[in-house]
């Protein structure tokens, strides 16, 4: 009955999105055609919804004679856990995705009542595509309410009506369950964060096309599109920062970090969304930048769709891939369709502004922030080079390479500590830089003191040249914060018409947060190159040193919670070697959980953290049949907590800067009473 | 006749950008890029490969795993996997492939020697995807060890097809 239910509802959404497609293309004059079509979008992101409730309904209780039910769930799983197997599994994640996308064109589909008739047709086409595109994938090539059926030779598949010659195979006792290592806190709140911020880039896409299609890329639609842009960049801000919380945490091997394909592809659209954020703080009045900032929008948006199809092709050998799948052709048509469709309007679209006035000048503010845009899209070519080598190897030397870690650290570093460079003046954004000015003064002065007071620490601390170079940048940008705070905003020397980047207005905090976090990003980073590593068996009374810090193996117990899983558990002391005394300074407990169901040996790490470093201890190995039967590595992690922290603070500033949006439009109607007054 | 003017910054701009991408692309690619074989490719031409980090593939032999505490020394053999996709699909399959590669007696195995203890998804079948260097007495002394099991859970499912997607995989040191 809920198959029944939800199945018809998903079908009658696609013959809906269908309709809304023909009509937008038929009749896009007609504004009661265009109602109507409006209507019909919504209405099948409804319907969405009712199949994604129905399938969690499945879950939930737990109905494991559906397959994509049986591949996640099994007895003994929590609530939480059962409704977070939703995205544990591809048929389920693939239905979150597709339901993401209908809710984008719900609300484009409520945008769209309210913008001009030209542009209308077009936002929604442009939404209801890749939703009717992944609906089609949902329905047809991964269905959630498929179940299992039994042929007569006893072979089995798995199918939504039954095959000819099949019965309906009896439930099975239980599930496979999901994965254990995705059993992780962070991993109830990271994949859908994750893919709310890519899904959310559909929305500044379908502007951007729309405003293509239209020729009407006001400043209304372009101030869309950034606020889009933002939401969707928090959102992938926050994703990206839990998952490498949660790598760290479970993976045990005490990295943030691998440079692994998928991680980069989940980089990638970050990078691309935040060149278009810092193309768009210079104004979009001037016509070859708002094809440019376009452009970019739309790229970011094949970069998401690009995620997704590398993800489950199969062509990289990734921590996070799903394997092959039945998929990947469609999802590189679907790909190839964005690519082709967005590069194909982007060059014959018609965006020229109302207004096409003001030009660009060299200033120095132009030279940060279109030069930070500059260094984020190189940062992307590197990342496409690494990820294209796999596969052009391939094809141009019929011999298979790869590119590790090396290659990325390599050539991203230098790029990165450009960035870092052209962060550090932000917090003098809002003041003019022209000769002689109070800012340019103040910017002399802060470097200059910087320069003394990084050399100074050099000379205290041993400190290499990368991390001389971060606290010089880190040193000005505080510096220059200082100053901003005490000036509190007087000496703006008249310089912007746009009232919401005064120094005092909350978009400009949030400004100033969200490059803090990446300067605490950085020392993160910076710090965790210095991580120290020691590994040794031991038995109950030994120890290890890493650093300053003795590690003692208190003793291990061995215990079984449930019949699932037997968990052995190492007490460990952590000491420092302060220098009269030996100080303790805390205990914990790694472990090792073996999986009875999965038969699979998890390690979960015992971390001791303090904001200056963590301590990270792993179990790696118990045989008590040998005389030192445990086996640990330990990790000494410097600033390993400026990492997290840092990312939040950047997600966080973005949500700051979220909030003057109010603000923003009554000072542009002001501007606009005052000019129409003069 | 302004607009028919070259633009000359522009392209000088873009030439030095383009040259400042390459100067930092081409090193990091020469000294970053591994090749990835099979183990027949790799000792098929045994001195090319000897002194460089290559990323080989093989199906884990499961009884061959060997893990010294005291040294932590971690100890296995890998069987050759067919590079062609066409062999893997003619046997039946990845799953297929990697069972027939274990089974078979007259399948090359390497040695691979690594340091820790031995990966929670290090088991028989599994595919694993090793980064290292070939040493000259003939084992692979491996950096860092990529599984995926692609058969880890087909046992317990009611259905032989391998048309899903839980071939997770961990990553180890």
């Known amino acids: 009955m809920i198959t029944h239910t939800a199945l018809a509802g998903l079908m009658l959404a696609l013959v809906f999105l269908g309709y809304a497609i023909a009509a937008i293309l038929l009749r896009r004059g007609d504004q009661r055609w265009m109602e109507s079509a409006r209507r019909a979008v919504q209405a099948a992101s409804m319907l969405t919804s009712l199949a994604?409730?129905?399938?969690?309904?499945?879950?939930?209780?737990q109905r494991v004679e559906y397959a994509a039910v049986y591949r996640v769930i099994r007895s003994g799983m929590s609530l939480a856990a059962r409704v977070s197997?939703?995205?544990?599994?591809?048929?389920?994640?693939?239905?979150?995705?597709?339901?993401?996308?209908?809710?984008?064109?719900?609300?484009?589909?409520?945008?769209?009542?309210?913008?001009?008739?030209?542009?209308?047709?077009?936002?929604?086409?442009?939404?209801?595509?890749?939703?009717?595109?992944?609906?089609?994938?949902?329905?047809?090539?991964?269905?959630?309410?498929?179940?299992?059926?039994l042929f007569s030779d006893g072979g089995t598949t798995a199918?939504?009506?039954?095959?000819?010659?099949?019965?309906?195979?009896?439930?099975?006792?239980?599930?496979?369950?999901?994965?254990?290592?995705?059993?992780?806190?962070?991993?109830?709140?990271?994949?859908?964060?994750?893919?709310?911020?890519?899904?959310?880039?559909?929305?500044?896409?379908?502007?951007?096309?729309?405003?293509?299609?239209?020729?009407?890329?006001?400043?209304?639609?372009?101030?869309?599109?950034?606020?889009?842009?933002?939401?969707?960049?928090?959102?992938?801000?926050?994703?990206?920062?839990?998952?490498?919380?949660?790598?760290?945490?479970?993976?045990?091997?005490?990295?943030?970090?691998?440079?692994?394909p998928v991680e980069i592809a989940g980089l990638l659209p970050w990078l691309t969304s935040s060149a278009v954020l810092h193309l768009m703080m210079r104004g979009t009045r001037h016509k070859g930048r708002t094809r440019l900032v376009l452009g970019g929008t739309l790229l970011t948006f094949c970069l998401v769709i690009l995620g997704s199809f590398l993800t489950r092709s199969g062509l990289l050998t990734s921590v996070h891939a799903f394997a092959e799948s039945t998929l990947s052709p469609a999802l590189l048509a679907i790909f190839i369709a964005s690519v082709a469709g967005s590069f194909g309007i982007w060059l014959r679209g018609r965006a020229a502004p109302r207004q096409s006035r003001g030009q660009t000048i060299v200033s120095f503010w132009g030279v940060v922030l279109d030069g930070s845009a500059l260094v984020l899209i190189l940062l992307l070519i590197v990342c496409l080079v690494g990820l294209a080598v796999p596969v052009g190897s391939e094809w141009l030397m019929d011999q298979a390479m790869i590119v590790g870690p090396a290659y990325y650290r390599q050539a991203t570093g230098p790029l990165w500590l450009l960035l870092l460079a052209l962060v550090a003046p932000t917090p003098l954004y809002p003041h003019s830089m022209r000769r002689g000015s109070q800012?340019?003064?103040?910017?002399?002065?802060?470097?200059?003191?910087?320069?003394?007071v990084s050399a100074a620490v050099?000379?205290?601390?041993?400190?290499?040249?990368?991390?001389?170079?971060?606290?010089?940048?880190?040193?000005?940008?505080?510096?220059?914060?200082?100053?901003?705070?005490?000036?509190?905003?007087?000496?703006?020397?008249?310089?912007?018409?746009?009232?919401?980047?005064?120094?005092?207005?909350?978009?400009?905090?949030?400004?100033?947060?969200?490059?803090?976090?990446?300067?605490?990003?950085?020392?993160?980073?910076?710090?965790?190159?210095?991580?120290?590593?020691?590994?040794?068996?031991?038995?109950?009374?030994?120890?290890?040193?890493?650093?300053?810090?003795?590690?003692?193996?208190?003793?291990?117990?061995?215990?079984?919670?449930?019949?699932?899983?037997?968990?052995?558990?190492?007490?460990?002391?952590?000491?420092?070697?302060?220098?009269?005394?030996?100080?303790?300074?805390?205990?914990?407990?790694?472990?090792?959980?073996?999986?009875?169901?999965?038969?699979?040996v998890r390690a979960i790490p015992g971390v001791y953290s303090r904001i200056d470093k963590d301590l990270y201890v792993l179990f790696t190995g118990w045989n008590p049949e040998i005389d030192v039967p445990a086996s640990l590595r330990v990790m000494m992690n410097p600033l390993a907590n400026f990492l997290w922290i840092g990312g939040l603070a950047m997600a966080s500033g973005a949500l700051v800067m979220m909030i003057p949006d109010v603000f923003e439009r009554r000072s542009d109607q002001d501007e606009a009473s005052n000019e129409a007054g003069q | 006749m302004r607009e028919r003017n070259i633009p000359w910054k522009m392209l000088v701009g873009m030439t030095v950008i383009l040259a400042a991408l390459l100067f930092l692309?081409?090193?990091?690619?020469?000294?970053?890029?591994?090749?990835?074989?099979?183990?027949?490719?790799?000792?098929?031409?045994?001195?090319?490969?000897?002194?460089?980090?290559?990323?080989?593939?093989?199906?884990?032999?499961?009884?061959?795993?060997?893990?010294?505490?005291?040294?932590?020394?971690?100890?296995?053999?890998?069987?050759?996997?067919?590079?062609?996709?066409?062999?893997?699909?003619?046997?039946g399959g990845f799953q297929a492939s990697l069972h027939l590669a274990v089974t078979d007696p007259e399948r090359t195995r390497l040695l691979v020697v690594a340091s820790g203890a031995p990966p929670e998804l290090l088991q028989d079948e599994a595919q694993a995807i090793v980064t290292g260097r070939l040493g000259e007495e003939g084992a692979f002394y491996a950096d860092d060890i990529l599984l995926k099991c692609p058969s880890r859970y087909q046992a317990e499912r009611p259905e032989e097809s391998a048309d899903d997607g839980d071939g997770w995989s961990g990553e180890v040191d």
Not at chain 1, 85 to 102: E, K, R, V
Not at chain 1, 189 to 209: C, Q, R
Not at chain 1, 439 to 452: E, G, H, K, Y
């Open chain 1, 458 to 600: 050099n000379g205290l601390l041993p400190l290499n040249l990368l991390e001389t170079a971060l606290l010089f940048m880190s040193v000005l940008y505080f510096l220059l914060l200082t100053e901003q705070i005490l000036r509190r905003g007087k000496d703006c020397s008249g310089r912007r018409s746009d009232r919401s980047l005064r120094p005092h207005t909350a978009r400009f905090a949030g400004i100033v947060l969200l490059h803090l976090g990446v300067f605490l990003f950085a020392w993160g980073v910076l710090g965790m190159e210095r991580q120290q590593t020691i590994q040794g068996a031991l038995a109950a009374g030994g120890h290890l040193e890493v650093g300053e810090y003795t590690v003692r193996l208190d003793e291990v117990v061995r215990n079984v919670p449930d019949e699932q899983r037997t968990l052995v558990v190492a007490t460990v002391s952590l000491y420092e070697q302060a220098p009269d005394a030996v100080v303790r300074l805390a205990r914990v407990f790694p472990a090792l959980e073996q999986d009875l169901v999965y038969d699979q």
């Open chain 1, 439 to 452: 800012s340019l003064r103040s910017l002399v002065v802060a470097t200059s003191l910087s320069v003394l």
């Open chain 1, 52 to 61: 994604l409730a129905f399938f969690l309904y499945l879950l939930v209780h």
């Open chain 1, 85 to 149: 197997a939703l995205w544990g599994g591809q048929t389920g994640s693939l239905l979150l995705w597709t339901w993401l996308l209908g809710m984008v064109a719900f609300v484009a589909a409520h945008k769209a009542k309210k913008s001009d008739p030209l542009y209308r047709p077009w936002l929604l086409l442009f939404t209801l595509l890749p939703f009717a595109s992944y609906l089609v994938l949902v329905i047809f090539f991964d269905n959630p309410f498929a179940r299992w059926w």
């Open chain 1, 159 to 260: 199918a939504v009506f039954s095959p000819s010659g099949a019965v309906a195979l009896p439930r099975p006792d239980d599930g496979a369950g999901l994965n254990p290592l995705l059993r992780h806190p962070a991993m109830v709140i990271h994949p859908p964060l994750l893919y709310l911020g890519f899904i959310s880039f559909t929305l500044p896409f379908a502007e951007a096309m729309a405003a293509l299609m239209s020729g009407e890329a006001t400043r209304d639609v372009m101030n869309s599109i950034r606020r889009g842009t933002l939401v969707a960049w928090f959102f992938l801000t926050l994703g990206l920062t839990l998952g490498s919380r949660w790598a760290y945490d479970v993976l045990g091997w005490g990295g943030y970090w691998g440079w692994d």
């Open chain 2, 25 to 91: 692309i081409i090193p990091s690619l020469q000294s970053g890029a591994q090749y990835y074989l099979m183990i027949d490719e790799l000792l098929s031409e045994r001195e090319r490969y000897q002194s460089e980090v290559v990323r080989i593939s093989g199906a884990v032999i499961g009884e061959s795993i060997e893990w010294d505490a005291e040294t932590d020394e971690l100890r296995f053999l890998l069987a050759n996997v067919p590079a062609d996709l066409d062999v893997i699909e003619a046997e």
